[in-house]
Structures are given as structure tokens and as C-alpha cells.
């Protein structure tokens, strides 16, 4: 899921030239962020995206508990957005609620990640559904189904 949703935002928003750096190699505010960001995770990845004149630092983290953490940082080191694996448990009260009722005979959840730009947190979950197309649905943090969609392909 990781790998779709990092491809997925950066052909979207960012669809230009990518390029692996190392840490090293990243703008001072980049690195400090990322130090502050890891707690007791392990850094796996960093690309630096270019897209008519913006920069961005995707940032891949494999943090505690084998949850995944993606930021997206300016040069500055500022996070523009992130989004981090979470477990149905971990979600608020009104997620939990909106995404049981979502689950049909024989679905199940196959991944859920918040999402949070500035103030905004969202949660994006995938549901396997048996001999059928997944779904993906993208709820507020009430609970609220902003979209839905069907997975693409068979």
C-alpha cells in the first residue's frame, strides 16, 4: 500500500522528475525534520521531487510497530503532508463506526492510513472484497465518506 500511495501521490501531484537522495545529501531543515520525525523508526527512503519549480522531500519511514510513515517536506523541512499506517483500533470512535458499517459479508480491511495536511486529517481504507474489485474509500475524521472508489483493473 505503501508503494501505490507514494506512486500514487507523487504521479498526481508531483509528476516530474523524482530522484533517491541520501540523507546527507538533503537541505539542513530537511535533516533536522527527519530526525525529529523517526522516533525509534528506521528511515528507509528519501526522493526529492521536482515539479515546475517546486521541490518536495518524500520521506519514507518504517516506524515502530511496522507501521509505515510517509512525510512530504518543503527544503525548509516543513511537512506539507504525511501519512502514517494505522489499525482500525487506532482510528477515531466515528472512523471505526462509518468503516464497520462499510464492511459487507465476507470484506475485509486490507489497509487504513491517516492522512493529515495542515489541520486536515482524513483516512484512507482499503477494502478487499472476495471475486470483486477492491474498494478505497476516503472518510473525514468524523466518519463522513468523502469518496469512493472502485479499484482499477479486472
Known amino acids: 500500500m505503501k508503494a501505490f500511495l507514494l506512486l500514487t501521490i507523487v504521479s498526481t ?17 530537511v535533516q533536522i525534520t527527519i530526525a525529529a520525525k523517526l522516533g525509534g523508526g528506521r528511515l528507509d527512503e528519501i526522493d526529492r521531487v521536482n515539479k ?10 518504517d516506524g515502530p510497530g511496522g507501521r509505515d510513515i510517509t512525510y512530504h517536506l518543503t527544503p525548509a523541512g516543513h511537512v506539507v503532508f504525511s501519512t502514517e499506517d ?12 462509518s468503516i464497520r458499517k462499510l464492511l459487507k459479508n465476507g470484506w475485509r480491511i486490507d489497509d487504513i ?16 472484497r472476495p471475486q470483486e474489485r ?9 466518519g463522513k465518506v468523502l469518496e469512493r472508489k472502485l479499484e482499477k483493473g479486472n
Open 113 to 128: 492510513d491517516r492522512e493529515i495536511s495542515g489541520k486536515s486529517v482524513r483516512f484512507r481504507v482499503e477494502i478487499d
Open 134 to 142: 477492491d474498494y478505497e474509500f476516503l472518510l473525514s475524521k468524523n
Open 13 to 29: 501531484t508531483f509528476a516530474a522528475q523524482a530522484k533517491e537522495v541520501r540523507l546527507k545529501d538533503c537541505p539542513p531543515g
Open 86 to 97: 494505522v489499525s482500525l483500533a487506532g482510528c477515531p470512535a466515528a472512523v471505526r463506526n
Open 52 to 61: 515546475k519549480g517546486v521541490t518536495r522531500y518524500v520521506v519514507d519511514v
